[in-house]
């Protein structure tokens, strides 16, 4: 269960990597925080205990817990809110049903995902699954604006000591694909309400009107968007990309967020699986439908399904062999891109092929110049603007690269992530009508069968807290500041209409530039590359692929980024970064015992939002205890003290054994606080004698499997024997 009391900072309990970081990290974070009067707690926002807080009518009394994701999302609404984020799974449909099958497997009784659901209690189970798939959890505790950049400390230590980078070569083959019409992008159609209005969504067909969504409120001066993607050209695009990509030479690769956009990508990710296989979908289509084959679940779902037919085998074997190599999630296992839709993530995908020189990895588990499917042409081009830049100008440096820190629009489900219950595949020819409460006809188009309608829209607020934390920001850093908006682009010109008057009214013009994300994308490269810095200013997505792209070309990884949310209300939301690696990390674990997931991420936010609370409670010794927080993370950096990769060589359990040592270090010899002194004089002392000790206990634990008793619901105790087995640490925190 959750604590019942609200501590004064909230420590999330997540999935995968960083949950098993927790347990080790957890215990040293309270009992240090507690020196300073300062309470932890945790609640539960992973994938599986989301799961068991919907169904609290299929479970024991035992088994119930709360819905920790509902109390965060109003906490986050208050001045006093002080929450630490984890990275946690946006569950695509196949890990969604993984994870229920594990929960059933332990005990629970809950209902099967219905894929199909055809009565009303499937309807209804259905609906409440998909409340927690794609990205349940960010919208509801985003209640403020994104300000993330690489920590100084962090960045320093990037500088001095550069991470690999991949080879550009000005003939490399590998190239952006995406479609010139039909998609969302061209579709766009935008507006800002003059009133507060409902509105209702319906489609229009020769047979009558059906009501897709109603009751949608919007305040005053919300900007509301509604576009769709033609299903029949996408099928044309990708039919001829499939052909495009063999007679080059390159791999096919397929770049999606199925996860956060959990309505709109599966479906093209469907589109993309039946493309790829045309020739049996069309012979076999009516016995895959029995088979409950669903395109939308992957290449290996579908795979699963029809393992027991071998002409379909044999059809699938065929059609495989004359397509172009496909890029390849794990070469040595058959994991192609294709395989799951959450296994290739845009964000993470695209700038680990750029930073690796334009190269993916192939079936022959060699590394090939790659053509990068993005269908929607929406933030395309910042890729493919990155991919021509690179094959002008060669690799980036990252020695003496600048940084790009990011100012992005993100409250109260602003922009295309707010999208989901406004967004529908279309059952039939129509037309698509969002209707104010006063009948006027705010949007329409004409659609097809199989069409992607959806709508998003972002608020006056944050619209304009946004505006104000790039001017906060800008004026801190003095550097050139940029808002990545296209006024050519229906939604970003709503949103320059907010822009320019507050620039004036604040008398700042002159200190932004307003630039389509194409433009704006170069002269980042260029301000970049000759060693300054830049501040991009964006929406909501595009704040997720940059905050993930600058920072794997300048750090190697995002999960380094320092990442506050100043919620609207006056508290704080403290991100640690990117997770999308957090599944390599788990199965290595479970293998070897050797977690190589790197803490930075927590340690830079928990820095920030101990500080945080000093500002807010005048609690003069948890400032103490953040600025130490910084000395301990700057020790990390100095000393080399993060995991490595390999088995056998420090992990993650030994980087905390060194941010506790340095942390106490630093709080024993400061003179701010004679009483904090005191008391880690000892902790600091005890730690450096025991270091021969912790650390060949920390070591012999490695090299055999792990048991955690699952994956996405693990066993408490059987994590903490993994993840604190050293007895000497744990007396000294304990």
């Keep these: 269960m959750a604590d019942s009391k609200t501590p004064d900072i909230i420590y999330t309990k997540v999935d995968e990597a960083p949950e098993l970081a927790s347990a080790s990290l957890l215990p040293i974070i309270r009992k240090f925080a507690a020196a300073a009067g300062v309470s932890v707690g945790t609640r539960d926002i992973s994938l599986a ?26 906490l986050v609404k208050t001045p006093g809110a002080n929450v630490i984020k984890l990275p946690n799974i946006s569950a695509s449909v196949p ?3 993984a994870a229920i099958k594990e929960l059933q497997g332990q005990g629970y009784a809950l209902p099967d995902y219905p894929y199909e659901p055809a009565t009303e209690d499937e309807k209804a189970v259905r609906a409440k699954y998909d409340t927690i798939k794609g990205s349940a959890v960010n919208p509801v505790l985003r209640e403020g604006n994104s300000d993330r950049r690489a920590a100084v400390a962090v960045k320093k230590y990037a500088q001095a000591n550069p991470h690999r980078m991949g080879e550009w070569t000005k003939d490399s083959k590998t190239r952006v694909a995406s479609m010139d019409g039909g998609d969302f992008s061209s579709n766009e159609v935008s507006a800002t309400l003059d009133r507060a209005a409902t509105a209702k969504i319906v489609l229009e067909t020769a047979e009558g009107e059906t009501v897709l969504k109603e009751g949608v409120s919007y305040p005053a001066g919300t900007v509301v968007d509604a576009t769709y993607m033609s299903a029949r050209a996408l099928d044309a695009f990708l039919a001829e990309e499939i052909e495009k990509t063999k007679a080059e030479g390159t791999l096919f690769s397929l770049h999606m967020k199925a996860t956060m956009m959990k309505v709109s990508d599966p479906i093209i990710f469907g589109h993309a699986v039946k493309q790829w296989l045309k020739p049996v979908f069309d012979q076999y289509g009516d016995r895959m439908d029995e088979l409950g084959v669903d395109p939308n679940g992957g290449l290996g779902a579908l795979l699963e399904k029809v393992k027991d037919e071998p002409e379909i085998m044999k059809a699938i074997e065929d059609v495989r062999a004359t397509r172009p190599p496909m890029y390849m999630v794990n070469s040595d296992k058959g994991i192609t891109n294709l395989h799951v839709p959450s296994d290739v993530i845009i964000d993470a995908s695209m700038p680990a092929l750029i930073r690796d020189g334009g190269k993916g990895w192939g079936p022959d588990n060699q590394q090939h110049d790659t053509t990068c499917v993005i269908p929607d042409n929406s933030y395309a081009p910042v890729y493919d603007e990155t991919i021509k830049f690179f094959k002008a100008q060669g690799k980036l440096n990252p020695a003496t690269a600048g940084t790009v820190q990011n100012i992005g629009l993100m409250a109260q489900k602003a922009e295309e992530y707010g999208s989901h219950p406004t967004t529908f595949e279309i059952p039939q020819a129509g037309t698509v009508k969002m209707i104010l409460d006063d009948g006027t006809v705010l949007h329409q188009h004409e659609v097809e069968k199989g069409d992607i309608w959806r709508s998003a829209s972002a608020r006056k607020a944050p619209i304009e807290d946004w505006v104000n934390l790039a001017i906060d920001r800008q004026k801190a850093e003095g550097c050139e500041a940029i808002f990545w908006l296209d006024e050519d682009r229906a939604h970003d010109a709503e949103l320059i209409r907010y822009v320019k008057p507050i620039l004036e009214e604040k008398g700042v013009a002159s200190k932004f530039r307003i630039m389509s994300p194409a433009k704006a994308t170069v002269q980042t490269l260029k301000t970049i590359t000759s060693g300054k810095n830049s501040i991009a200013i964006t ?8 905050t993930d792209l600058f920072p794997i070309l300048e750090l190697a990884t995002s999960a380094k980024m320092l990442s506050i949310v100043k919620l609207m209300n006056g508290g704080g939301l403290f991100e640690t970064g990117a997770g999308g690696s957090a599944p ?40 103490i205890l953040g600025e130490g927080v910084d000395a301990a993370t700057q020790g990390i950096l100095d000393h080399d003290r993060s ?12 980087s905390h054994y060194w941010f506790a040592r340095y942390w106490a270090e630093a709080l024993a010899r400061q003179d701010k606080d004679g009483e904090l002194a005191d008391f880690f004089a000892p902790i600091a002392e005890a730690l450096v004698d025991g270091e021969k000790d912790i650390l060949a206990e920390l070591a012999e634990t490695q090299g ?28 000294i925190i304990d």
């Excluded at 929406?539 to 940059?546: A, E, I, P």
């Excluded at 995991?643 to 030994?654: F, L």
């Excluded at 994956?711 to 744990?730: G, I």
């Design 539 to 546: 929406g909501n997505v595009l704040r997720d692929y940059l």
């Design 584 to 623: 390599k990390h788990v199965q290595q674990l479970m293998e070897e015992s050797h977690l190589r997931w790197d803490s930075l991420g927590e340690f830079c936010a928990l820095g920030e939002s101990l500080k945080f609370l000093a500002d807010a409670r005048g609690n003069e010794k948890a400032r």
């Design 643 to 654: 995991p490595s990769r390999k088995v056998g060589e420090p992990d993650n359990r030994d």
């Design 49 to 74: 205990g989301r799961i068991i807080a919907t169904f609290p009518e299929a479970l024991s009394e035992e088994q119930r817990i709360t819905d920790d994701l509902a109390v965060l999302g109003e």
């Design 95 to 97: 890990q969604l049903v």
């Design 704 to 731: 055999k499997p792990a048991d955690l008793g699952g994956y996405y619901h693990t066993d408490a105790d059987k994590v903490a024997a993994v993840m604190r087995p050293s007895k000497t640490l744990n007396e």
